[in-house]
T-cell receptor, first 112, second 113 residues
Framework: SQQGEEDPQALSIQEGENATMNCSYK?????LQWYRQNSGRGLVHLIL?????REKHSGRLRVTLDTSKKSSSLLITASRAADTASYFC????????????FGPGTSLSVIP | KAGVTQTPRYLIKTRGQQVTLSCSPI?????VSWYQQTPGQGLQFLFE???????NKGNFPGRFSGRQFSNSRSEMNVSTLELGDSALYLC????????????FGPGTRLTVT
């Protein structure tokens, strides 16, 4: 199964609400990244959090990492219709420095 | 800076043929990775090239190969195409080796008939 798995698979919210999606992984990691993919802009890097960090912010994005639970969460605050996209977490494996593994993604729909 | 470019954007091939896809990374980036994206399997890592050497390879058959040139441009080749090879092939470049911030190209949509 995947190293990283996002939850939920799909999420539908109203514009202005917050969206939270989670990622779980199986092996120790060096760092974890979140990406967004939509038809207009392709796959775009959002944020990287290192294994020794617990929380990181970037604009309306907040990422947390709990290495004891092998999980991460992505919070998008005050969502906009333009946030409609699929969101993926990507991890390396501490024992495989160069290899990147993507989860299956969370499909987010923000309804205007 | 110009982003990652991939050519061609769309391709239709017949089973048994071979195909070569091209990727030009962001200027100054030395690492290029390739991914296959399908509705069923999601995004799967194919391989990474750095300094003209393959540094890591995902779990794909030997029909999938690649190379990197001295200017960091990369090509991937798929021989003896199968219907299941129909996918979006994404190239990503990053400044250095390892899991850093990757910049993805728009992808090549390959359809095998």
């Amino acid at each position: 199964s995947q190293q990283g798995e996002e939850d939920p698979q799909a999420l539908s919210i109203q514009e202005g609400e917050n969206a939270t999606m989670n990622c779980s992984y199986k092996t120790s990691i060096n760092n974890l990244q979140w990406y967004r993919q939509n038809s207009g802009r392709g796959l775009v890097h959002l944020i990287l959090i290192r294994s020794n960090e617990r929380e990181k912010h970037s604009g309306r994005l907040r990422v947390t990492l709990d290495t004891s639970k092998k999980s991460s969460s992505l919070l998008i605050t005050a969502s906009r219709a333009a946030d409609t996209a699929s969101y993926f977490c990507a991890t390396d494996a501490e024992t495989s420095y160069d290899k990147v593994i993507f989860g299956p993604g969370t499909s987010l729909s923000v309804i205007p | 800076k110009a982003g990652v470019t991939q050519t061609p954007r769309y391709l239709i091939k017949t089973r048994g043929q071979q195909v070569t896809l091209s990727c030009s990374p962001i200027s100054g980036h030395r690492s290029v990775s390739w991914y296959q994206q399908t509705p069923g399997q999601g995004l799967q890592f194919l391989f990474e090239y750095f300094s003209e050497t393959q540094r890591n390879k995902g779990n794909f058959p030997g029909r999938f190969s690649g190379r990197q040139f001295s200017n960091s441009r990369s090509e991937m080749n798929v021989s003896t195409l199968e219907l299941g090879d129909s996918a979006l092939y994404l190239c990503a470049s990053s400044l250095d080796r390892g899991l850093g911030e990757q910049y993805f190209g728009p992808g090549t949509r390959l359809t095998v008939t």
